[in-house]
């Protein structure tokens, strides 16, 4: 049964750690050949470098050095805040994401083609790739509805992204196929339920949803063996209070490598729990602890 890897969003932090984490997992000489690949907002960015030609290696030091990119002037705290504000007291969740939506269509953004050409500058790839199968998250900021873009889609893989990384409020909603669509992360941080058939996952969470990954997992049937690895003190240190920001990417992926070489144990068993070659340890089923890798085998 497939093993999945599901990166969450967190802005220019989370590309950083994330390709931070997985470097320093292949340092320990961990290395992952995941069959499905589930990308929300940032995360959905480094799925996709993951599937092109650039390595772990060369992403890594482009983390340390990334290009630079137009980011209005936001205060993510408050951001954050007022979507919060924006979706409270909704008749259910669709509604409070079909609210932060209607917010999103309204603000005052750069152009979709500038923001397109920023995303193609990221990817290092323009199609989508046999394997492994890719999974781009987004929300239709006309509905709410979630949607999951993937290789039979009939969409482009830069559209996909770019809709899964609209952050509302900064940058626009995505057009594609006569619909507007926004971030992922409007539904859930990592969308780690869209794992659906998976036997192992592997989540890469920078900021953790509300109710936590675990919630997410066991809402599969059945529930995967997992781990979960969410961002420490340290790396939220990094990320500063604007993880949007390009500026906090080289201590972000010095963190997230720090972070991945320290859980290479953890995420080993896994991996060979997943072969056939043995049992998950730590089993703590519905527990997540930030800061390390938190597993389950249920």
């Not at 509604?95 to 269509?105: D, K, P, T, Y």
């Not at 953004?109 to 199609?127: K, N, P, Q």
Request: proline share 7%; glycine share 12%.
């Amino acid at each position: 049964m497939p093993l999945t890897l599901v990166l969450g969003g967190g802005g220019s932090a989370a590309i950083a750690w994330h390709v931070g984490v997985l470097a320093g997992l292949a340092e320990e000489n961990v290395r992952l050949d995941p069959d499905q690949v589930i990308g929300t907002s940032a995360g959905a960015i480094v799925a996709t470098q993951l599937t092109g030609p650039a390595g772990l290696a060369a992403l890594y030091e482009r983390a340390l050095t990334p290009p630079p990119q137009h980011l209005p002037a936001v205060d993510f705290p408050a951001l954050m805040s007022r979507l919060g504000e924006i979706g409270a007291g909704a008749s259910g969740a669709r509604e409070g994401r079909r609210r932060i939506g209607e917010f999103a269509l309204a603000a005052q953004t750069m152009s979709e083609a500038d923001r397109r050409a920023e995303i193609a500058s990221r990817l290092g790839r323009t199609s989508w790739p046999d394997r492994p199968a890719l999974l781009i998250t987004a929300v239709d900021a006309g509905t709410g509805e979630f949607v999951t873009f993937h290789r039979a889609s009939d969409v482009e893989l830069l559209d996909a992204v770019g809709a899964s990384a609209a952050v509302p409020g900064v940058w626009p909603p995505v057009s594609i196929n006569g619909v507007r669509y926004v971030d992922g992360a409007v539904r859930s941080p990592t969308n780690a339920s869209a794992a659906t058939g998976a036997s192992t996952v592997l989540v890469l969470a920078p900021l953790l949803p509300p109710g936590g990954v675990q919630r997410e997992l066991s809402r599969l049937d059945p529930p995967p063996a997992s781990i979960v690895l969410t961002a420490d003190e340290a790396a939220l240190t990094a990320f500063g209070p604007n993880p949007l920001d390009a500026g906090v990417s080289a201590a972000s992926a010095a963190a997230g490598r720090r972070q991945g070489r320290a859980a290479a144990d953890d995420v080993r068993r896994l991996l060979a729990a997943h072969r056939g070659e043995g049992a998950c340890a730590d089993h703590a089923a519905g527990v997540e602890v930030t800061g390390r890798a938190d597993s389950s085998d249920r």
